[in-house]
């Protein structure tokens, strides 16, 4: 449905029948940094956040702004992008925290998730972040044992019981059996206990799931949440937040990239409406995309050291895996791949591509038609921005790639490969 060159970064180009993003050369990239190998394109990142804004502003009429989710991938370069976008920046954890106010994220930037957070977390949440989303009545309860002074706007995350359909199972969030959230009677507690200890409740939220094409389960979640806000009696500046979830093509088999601009639609319509029915003030719209602001501007870059064949079956062998890309070992997920040399060829063969990592279910990509594989070839692997760096582990001693900023012709590592002694130094 979708061509395969479309799944990638907007600056991709074929030149001299090879791979170019953002006017860089990828085989010479692959060279000067090693494999495997993380790209980032800034063009692409720009874009979609460009997209977030002008929708805001068309659709919305209030106050509105986009916090990034940076589960889906952090590190101080790309606070310092969001911030020159002004977006905060949504942190889970002291960990994420400390990133993000390093790079220069000032307190109005920094708002905190946590399905359970640790004293520490909670701790660095008050020095540095102006938002706590609290999670839970024990959390907030916590809270209020542990603050002192400097209390930052607390809003409500809500189960709404409603699910999204996303890839997998494990990335929805919003259904009824959900370990995220408060239920309405607990949401309705916890408005209460702030009320009656003075503690600053400015806002509610909720996240359904991740990696959704079709808005339309937002809109029941959307409504349950307007009325608690209505009961809860929200009157002046308040926060109203949907999460994020907005989906990516990863495979040419999906429908292309959904448009940013309609996901904002109709939730900016939805809320515009759901106020006016309720005569509640329109709040200011949080909306806290993750994929769908990185993940197709970035592209992964591996080395096939083998091939092998089983029958019917090819294996291309490649030098990363489920080490810094779990998502096929978690949920199955569908990935797709062009070689950087001659990447229009004939593709005649079904081919698999494995790590190197000592399990059978350390898989890339399954029966994907490709041209012959032969040891030594590059292959690129678009839409992987998002969820694979940032849930990236060790196993088998492995150390995490490295991650370059292409910017027009200019490539900056962003993040160093991590070497042995990294390993060693907690050790
Ligand atoms: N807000 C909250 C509270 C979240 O938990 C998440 C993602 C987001 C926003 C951003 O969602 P996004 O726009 O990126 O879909 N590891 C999985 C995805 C897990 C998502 C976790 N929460 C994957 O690789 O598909």
């Not at 993003?21 to 874009?47: H, I, K, M, W």
């Not at 408060?182 to 200890?197: G, H, P, V």
């Not at 209505?230 to 292309?256: L, M, S, T, V």
């Amino acid at each position: 449905m979708t061509k395969r060159l479309d799944l990638f970064p907007l600056s991709t180009k074929i030149q001299n029948d090879r791979l170019f993003v953002a006017n860089c050369d990828l085989t010479q990239l692959a060279e000067r940094f090693g494999t495997p190998l993380y790209l980032y394109d800034r063009l692409t990142l720009d874009s979609a956040a460009k997209e977030y804004r002008s929708a805001l502003d068309k659709f919305y009429p209030a106050a509105s702004s986009v916090t990034y989710a940076g589960k889906a991938f952090l590190c101080k370069a790309i606070v310092r992008w969001a911030l020159t976008h002004d977006f905060a920046l949504d942190c889970t954890g002291a960990g994420e925290i400390a990133i993000a106010a390093v790079a220069g994220a000032k307190k109005e930037n920094i708002l905190v998730h946590g399905v359970n957070k640790s004293d520490e977390d909670l701790q660095s949440a008050f020095q540095f972040a102006s938002v706590v989303v609290v999670d839970n009545l024990d959390e907030l309860r916590r809270i209020r044992e542990l603050i002192a002074e400097n209390i930052p706007d607390l809003w409500l995350r809500f189960l709404p019981g409603v699910s999204v359909s996303t890839h997998h199972a494990y990335t929805q969030t919003g259904h009824h059996e959900s370990k995220f959230g408060m239920t309405d009677d607990e949401i309705l507690a916890a408005a209460t206990f702030c009320r009656e200890n003075n503690l600053p409740l400015k806002g509610i939220h909720f996240h359904q799931g991740s990696n959704f094409r079709d808005a339309k389960p937002l809109l029941p979640a959307i409504d349950s949440a307007l009325d608690l806000a209505q009961k809860i009696n929200f009157r002046e500046e308040w926060h109203f937040c949907p999460g994020g979830g907005w989906g990516a093509a990863y495979h040419e088999d999906e429908a292309p990239h959904p448009r940013i601009e309609d996901y904002v639609r109709g939730i900016a319509a939805a809320v515009v409406a759901g106020c006016a029915r309720r005569n509640l003030p329109l709040p200011r719209l949080r909306l806290e995309p993750g994929r769908s602001l990185v993940a197709r501007s970035g592209v992964a870059l591996y080395r096939v050291g083998a091939v092998k064949r089983r029958g019917e079956k090819v294996w291309a062998l490649i030098d990363g895996g489920m080490a810094d890309n779990p998502r096929f070992a978690l949920y199955g997920a569908k990935y797709s791949c062009l070689t950087v040399s001659s990447p229009n060829q004939e593709r005649d063969e079904r081919v698999s591509f494995a790590g190197p990592y000592c399990e059978s279910g350390d898989i890339l990509i399954e029966d994907l038609p490709m041209p012959n594989i032969q040891r030594g070839d590059l292959i690129a692997v678009p839409v992987s921005g998002a969820y694979q760096l940032s849930m990236a582990s060790n196993y088998n001693g492995a150390r995490r790639p490295a991650a370059i900023w292409l910017d027009d012709g200019n490539a900056v590592e962003i993040l160093r490969r991590e070497s042995a002694s990294d390993l060693l130094d907690r050790d």
